[in-house]
């Protein structure tokens, strides 16, 4: 994490303490994107606060962990999700977005999860990921049937 000053550095919970903030003022904190591991992405990678003295603020990063591959999204009766679909876990963070012909590019993926397809604003079916996603990303895409 990076404030005003020196990188800030999470603990093992992925927590930290920035303390160089100004008050009353607009503050950014942002995430070094480059140093995440590589199973892990940031959908936001900057937060603003305006704290007043002595005041203690909090941010949350939403910060997805899990393998990232491409996938094929099929309905039932062969045909596609449509453009601009999302696509949520259990938490419903948004793992990926349906592109042309089906494709997705997916992150967070954890073997064996359940993923919902969505569009006109409600759930519209469910993929299923296989129990083990050991080179998925070497493999080129998955084909994830939608019920």
């Avoid at 930290?16 to 100004?22: G, H, L, M």
């Avoid at 942002?30 to 002595?54: F, H, K, M, W, Y």
């Avoid at 012909?101 to 969505?118: F, I, M, N, T």
């Avoid at 604003?121 to 993929?127: F, I, R």
Wanted: hydrophobic share 40%.
């Amino acid at each position: 994490m990076h404030g005003y000053s020196n990188n800030t550095y999470t603990n093992r919970f992925g927590k930290a303490v920035i303390t160089e903030v100004s008050d009353y003022s607009k503050n950014s904190l942002s995430l070094d994107i480059n140093n995440l591991p590589e199973n892990a992405e940031a959908t936001a990678s900057v937060a603003q606060a305006t704290l007043t003295e002595g005041a203690i603020g909090y941010r949350r990063f939403n910060v997805i962990a899990g393998q990232k591959a491409m996938a094929v999204i099929r309905l039932a009766d062969g045909s596609y999700p449509p453009f601009g679909a999302s696509v949520r876990n259990a938490e419903k963070q948004e793992v990926g977005l349906v592109n042309d012909e089906g494709q997705a590019y997916l992150s967070g993926l954890k073997p064996g999860a359940r993923l919902s397809v969505s569009w006109n604003g409600a759930a519209q079916c469910a993929v299923t990921l296989p129990a083990s996603l050991a080179g998925v990303s070497q493999n080129g895409n998955l084909l994830l049937p939608c019920h």
